[in-house]
């Protein structure tokens, strides 16, 4: 199958239908070990120094696969209006797929009844290739449940096996022996102690990912919600295609967001929240508006190029975790003493 590119996540059984297989070209750059010589391509080529990174490794990418046809996303990044061109003036096919502004299943089918009849195919058809692609995605959410349920399956793993439902790394048969394996595996597990600090992570994948996992494992916290890697798994399917990308928080409001992110908060036990803000990107959720929705402690990480967690990020994410620890605490002792003094009253 021919590979085409795309910026941002798409209803990719349209493309794997008319015989295309996707490349989440951001995907490819967080995973690279050296993401920042896409950057320095696109600023070579003409990008300004002081611009989105994520655009910028995107574009790297698409030119180092040597990509001919890249679907944008319209409306979902400000930095799409000078990379679409580009890539155009490299010679790359560009093709447009946009989200309705509302969240509505007639609006999203004609969307997709749009897509289809660019790409030379049919929604019938697409909706053979989501029978198909069900079994790799339910695997995603239940390692995605193991993580907040039952404490066996770490924020790496999880954040990964997530993000990677976005285009399967090029095969979902192979994304699904390995999900398989992770599950074997993490079964063997003893689970995460109760006195592990539970964080959800809210915000676009940063470069630093694995940076920041890791050291947050090493301070004794466990994140046991991504929500935008949550998203690319398709948490709610529903029973079409229409359906199930109207069930998406991110094209949408911000409303729906904020919707379901204190509703996940709240099932899955979280403790604190560390927001990533990606600068230049219009996308990202207000710091101020997400504290005072999920009324729990919360960090806000900034960040662009930055390809490791700095120790000025590290000393305050200890200081946060620590805070987050002491009202943890205090609100566990209210809670046990409410509880005996119910039990005295009885």
């Not at 924020?155 to 095969?171: A, R, V, Y």
């Amino acid at each position: 199958m021919e590979k085409i590119g795309i910026t941002a996540q798409v209803p990719i059984e349209v493309l794997i239908a008319a015989g295309y297989w996707p490349v989440d070209l951001g995907n490819v750059f967080l995973a690279d070990d050296d993401p920042g010589r896409f950057v320095q391509r696109a600023e070579e080529d003409g990008f300004p120094i002081r611009s989105c990174a994520r655009t910028k490794g995107i574009y790297g990418v698409c030119l180092e696969l040597g990509l001919k046809t890249v679907i944008g996303v319209e409306g979902n990044c400000a930095s799409n209006t000078l990379l679409l061109p580009m890539l155009k003036s490299q010679g790359v096919r560009v093709l447009s797929f946009a989200y309705p502004d509302q969240a509505n299943q007639l609006l999203v089918q004609k969307k997709l009844e749009d897509l289809a009849e660019q790409l030379g195919t049919t929604l019938h058809r697409a909706e053979s290739v989501r029978e198909e692609l069900s079994e790799a995605r339910g695997l995603a959410l239940q390692i995605d449940d193991l993580t907040w349920s039952e404490g066996l399956v770490n924020g790496w793993e999880n954040h990964k096996s997530l993000l990677d439902t976005s285009d399967f790394s090029g095969s979902h048969i192979r994304y699904c022996d390995e999900a398989r394996q992770l599950l074997q595996m993490v079964s063997q597990r003893r689970p995460y102690s109760g006195d592990c600090v539970r964080l959800a992570y809210v915000g676009a994948p940063a470069l630093f990912a694995w940076d920041l996992y890791h050291f947050l494992e090493s301070e004794g916290a466990h994140v046991v919600f991504n929500e935008t890697q949550r998203q690319r798994a398709i948490p709610n399917p529903g029973q079409s295609l229409a359906e199930q990308y109207a069930s998406l928080t991110r094209p949408y409001l911000i409303s729906h967001r904020l919707r379901d992110i204190t509703a996940e908060l709240k099932a899955r036990r979280v403790d604190g929240i560390i927001h990533y803000n990606q600068a230049f990107c219009g996308r990202e959720l207000p710091a101020m508006l997400l504290r005072r929705t999920a009324g729990m402690p919360a960090i806000t990480l900034d960040g662009n190029d930055e390809y490791g967690l700095g120790k000025r990020a590290k000393v305050r994410l200890r200081h946060f975790l620590e805070v987050v620890r002491r009202l943890r605490d205090s609100e566990r002792k209210i809670s046990d003493f409410l509880r005996s003094e119910r039990r005295v009253e009885r």
